[in-house]
């Protein structure tokens, strides 16, 4: 495997950087253990912290670079000094087409690309970029299609520091410990999905369950394994077709939930499968953000372009029972806001210091009053070409959106819209969400991984 570093003139700044320990690691109070982080909500535990980095570039910035083999859009998750990666290689790669950045609207790729493809999850040292260990969990052909933006290696890894739960949606699920070994594994029959886009949505865990859902044309269903022995707790059967957000597991003061997204019905389940509450909110046609929490409310999105409605909604905790979304009719009691047109179409929107921002893969950025769904400023267009599949995430009073082509457009927060900075990584394409662990961001693109720390001039 090849390393890069930044060039030699600070070869021997670069090389301190690395020994150094990261600050915040290794206590379990600051780490990156699932897709969007210990939240999912794209801010880290430490919304503060002056050694994080605002700006970089190829050569500024950068701690070390990682040449990831294959494709993969999985983000990294990160565990002490460990960092969690999956891709999928082919030996017949050159063979086949290539994810492309931009909007699409088009059907999926039915047809299986040639060459024997190897599922592999990756480890790091966090520290120095260096690769630990390798396994490969499947060798063979794609059992479906996939969309042309995506790949076999969508879903983000989940660890609850004890062991790493990976899903290779059409595949299976297994269980390494954070030192390779594998424990169990969990086989996935694959399901027609909606237009052959494949599966995407990510596991996540609670206590001694690990959760995941396949919502597809033919057997929807929402199960949850015993995170030791893999043993299938419960499977609930989904009235839902192809859907693609990640569950969210919301701790409200009372109880612990389960909610999943679904173009019929927003459902929450409790640990034993129970559902506890629904809401028919006429979603998009294409459900794809991920529910997240922040500041006492839920808070869940689509937005297909396509659509008329791309509804987002606000919901206070302790809802229950059937509830809808009815033209004329005031909003169910549980509902704290709803805007007509507040979800984004593959991003997940951000909360932070008390604004909701909605990114818009067409390249724009929306603000509102998280408490209120007040608009504070409309859609506002980045420099073009800009375009957005990877989720916004923030700390010390910046907003950064990750495009397709590698640059990342730091925003100050607040209700009025400023650029502050453009960071260029391209022209790798960048579909992943990052990583931020102590004073560093780890950012996928293509081709790579990149550490990026703020190093002395």
Do not use: M
């Given at each position: 495997m090849k390393r890069y570093h930044v060039p030699l003139l600070i070869f021997c700044v670069l090389v301190m950087v690395s020994t150094i320990p990261v600050r915040g690691q290794g206590n379990g109070e600051d780490q990156w253990p699932r897709l969007r982080g210990p939240f999912a909500t794209g801010v880290p535990k430490i919304t503060e912290n002056p050694n994080l980095p605002e700006t970089w570039s190829k050569t500024e910035n950068i701690a070390w670079q990682t040449e990831i083999p294959g494709v993969g859009w999985s983000s990294p998750v990160v565990w002490g000094r460990k960092v969690f990666l999956t891709t999928v290689t082919n030996d017949k790669e050159a063979e086949n087409a290539q994810p492309k950045p931009g909007l699409y609207l088009g059907p999926g790729r039915k047809e299986?690309?040639?060459?024997?493809?190897?599922?592999?999850?990756?480890?790091?040292?966090?520290?120095?970029?260096?690769?630990?260990?390798?396994?490969?969990?499947?060798?063979?052909?794609?059992?479906?299609?996939?969309?042309?933006?995506?790949?076999?290696?969508?879903?983000?890894?989940?660890?609850?520091?004890?062991?790493?739960?990976?899903?290779?949606?059409?595949?299976?699920?297994?269980?390494?410990?954070?030192?390779?070994?594998?424990?169990?594994?969990?086989?996935?029959?694959?399901?027609?999905?909606?237009?052959?886009?494949?599966?995407?949505?990510?596991?996540?865990?609670?206590?001694?369950?690990?959760?995941?859902?396949?919502?597809?044309?033919?057997?929807s269903y929402i199960a949850a394994l015993d995170t030791e022995t893999g043993r299938e707790n419960w499977r609930i059967p989904r009235k839902e077709k192809s859907t693609w957000a990640t569950p969210f597991v919301w701790k409200t003061p009372d109880r612990v939930e389960i909610v999943v997204c679904g173009k019929q019905k927003i459902l929450s389940y409790d640990l034993e499968g129970k559902v506890l509450w629904g809401l028919k909110g006429y979603m998009s046609n294409l459900v794809i953000p991920s529910p997240f929490a922040a500041d006492g409310l839920l808070y869940i999105a689509s937005g297909y372009v396509g659509d008329m409605h791309r509804p987002a909604f606000a919901i206070k905790p302790g809802a229950s029972g059937d509830m809808a979304l009815e033209k004329g009719k005031s909003l169910p009691a549980a509902i704290q806001w709803y805007q007509p047109k507040g979800g984004p179409y593959n991003t997940t929107p951000l909360v932070y210091d008390g604004i909701y921002y909605l990114l818009l893969d067409r390249g724009m950025l929306a603000a509102y009053d998280a408490k209120t769904g007040e608009l504070k400023y409309d859609r506002t267009r980045f420099p073009p070409p800009a375009s957005f599949t990877s989720s916004p995430w923030a700390y010390n009073g910046r907003i950064f959106c990750l495009g397709e082509d590698g640059k990342t457009f730091v925003v100050k927060a607040g209700a009025e819209f400023e650029l502050l900075h453009v960071n260029d990584l391209g022209p790798d394409m960048c579909l992943a969400c990052p990583a931020i662990v102590g004073d560093r961001l780890l950012i996928r693109t293509q081709g790579k991984l990149w550490c990026i720390a703020k190093l002395p001039k």
């Open positions: 299986i690309p040639s060459g024997e493809h190897e599922w592999l999850t990756l480890c790091f040292d966090l520290e120095t970029g260096e690769e630990l260990w390798r396994h490969s969990a499947r060798k063979g052909v794609p059992p479906v299609g996939r969309h042309p933006k995506s790949c076999y290696a969508a879903e983000t890894p989940v660890t609850d520091g004890e062991r790493l739960y990976v899903l290779f949606g059409d595949v299976g699920l297994f269980c390494f410990d954070l030192d390779g070994a594998l424990l169990w594994t969990h086989e996935i029959k694959p399901r027609k999905t909606q237009a052959d886009y494949g599966a995407a949505a990510s596991p996540v865990i609670h206590e001694n369950q690990v959760f995941y859902v396949y919502d597809n044309q033919e057997d």
